[in-house]
């Protein structure tokens, strides 16, 4: 019975002497004061003011705006809780005890020849001392509201450390194991190889292209059949009026010109050996030009002429 009345007591006395658990802390509450900002336009204040306000809760931060907390109050508690002066330590106790806050924050826009002097000061709400500060001289007004932001980059992690104290450190049961990435197999580099020089050659087809020529052929062709057709118009012509010489005439209609009708019938022949002849020289230069190469140009030429008693039909030019 001893024993277990022993071992109880110990046990008790274990228990009593171990730290309690630190209790959840609640986000950090801020009060946003009234801005130093002597010489600055009111609607740079204003703004100014609302982006504070805006960056603190970004950051997750509980705000709290002075107008929230004199709105509440009378005029005569309002007027002197705006005029206090925010540097002194009792000024900083009422306004952190108006917004029941931890910490009093306040922002800094002094206007000055060479800029504004931007930043921020955070006190502590329960003793009024000032926890941290961050300024920067020489602002110009375009760049006012991303000096506020620095300074609140600066400023919001000190006063979590000092109130909170450093963030809690990662176990070492949580960080997972380092992973090992197998390496790469080493390859020989390949033999550098000059570049292959390519000589020029000359690459033969078996096509043809078109020549220029080709496409008129049908012309002289065209013109050949034509007069063809001519020359036999009147090689028929010549053929009757000779028939009619060698009959001489019929009972109904004797031959009564026998030399007219013979120089009829030479017109009609010597026209019918010309149109024959310029026929034949068209056919012929539209086969030449037909399967004339695309190397050289077509010069053939046809010539016809008409002589006493027949025609004469030639070709000129030069062939490939």
Partial sequence: MAAVLISLF????????????PQPQGPLTVLVAPPDAAGAPAHVVEFAQEHVAEQLESRGLRVIRIETVTRKLAAAKRRALLRCHRTEPSCIQQLGAA????????????????GYRVG???????DGAL??????????????????????DAVVPRTLRALRGPPPSVPMADVPPPTRVAAAPATEPAPSTAPAVVEPTSVETGQVKSSSARRWAWLPAA???????VGTVFYLKAKDRF????????????????????????????VSRVAFGLGAAGLVAGAVMFLWPDDAPARVQPSAAAIPGGGMVGVSGTLP
Wanted: aromatic share 2%; proline share 4%; glycine share 10%.
């Fill in 223 to 229: 013109g050949g059949v034509a007069l063809a057709g």
């Fill in 120 to 126: 921020a000061r955070v006190y502590g709400a329960q």
């Fill in 131 to 152: 926890i941290t500060e961050q300024l920067t001289p020489g602002v110009p007004e375009e760049q006012l509201l991303d000096a506020l932001t620095q300074a609140l």
């Fill in 10 to 21: 110990v046990v008790l006395s274990v228990a009593a002497q171990a730290p309690a658990a």
């Fill in 99 to 114: 917004g029941k806050t931890e910490v009093v924050l306040v922002a800094e826009l002094g206007q000055f020849d060479s």
């Fill in 243 to 270: 028939d009619t010489l060698d009959t001489g005439g019929s009972v109904d209609a004797p031959l009564r010109d026998a030399s007219a009708l013979a120089s009829q019938g030479r017109n009609a022949q010597t």
